[in-house]
């Protein structure tokens, strides 16, 4: 049974191993200066997030007509009123853009 507890460890240890290769190699972001760093798991998640919502902003918007400067028609999921944001600035307005 020790052999056996040994091998479970080391495979546990190395699944570890792997895991944590794999999530710091996720992290990486090249910043703007062109320098690769290492995101906290506090910017990941927040990276992640905004991916995530960007993607999902783009999924419910397919089909749709495309408006001006990036604009796509929402609709308030309180109101049921149309409303229109901007993704590349987070931009939102109740008028149609022009």
Same mark, same amino acid.
């Given at each position: ?6 091998? =479970?460890?080391?495979?546990? =240890?190395?699944?570890?191993? /792997? ?59 309180? /109101? ?19």
């Amino acid at each position: 049974t020790q052999v056996a507890d040994r091998r =479970a460890a080391a495979a546990a =240890a190395e699944a570890a191993r /792997s895991w944590l290769e794999a999530e710091a190699e996720r992290r990486k972001y090249e910043d703007s200066d062109g320098e690769e760093r290492v995101l906290s798991l506090e910017e990941a998640m927040a990276k992640e997030e905004a991916e995530e919502a960007a993607e999902a902003v783009r999924q419910l918007n397919a089909g749709r007509e495309e408006l001006p400067g990036g604009w796509v028609e929402m609709v308030d999921p309180e /109101s049921g009123q149309p409303y229109y944001f901007r993704e590349v600035d987070g931009a939102t307005q109740w008028e149609a853009p022009n």
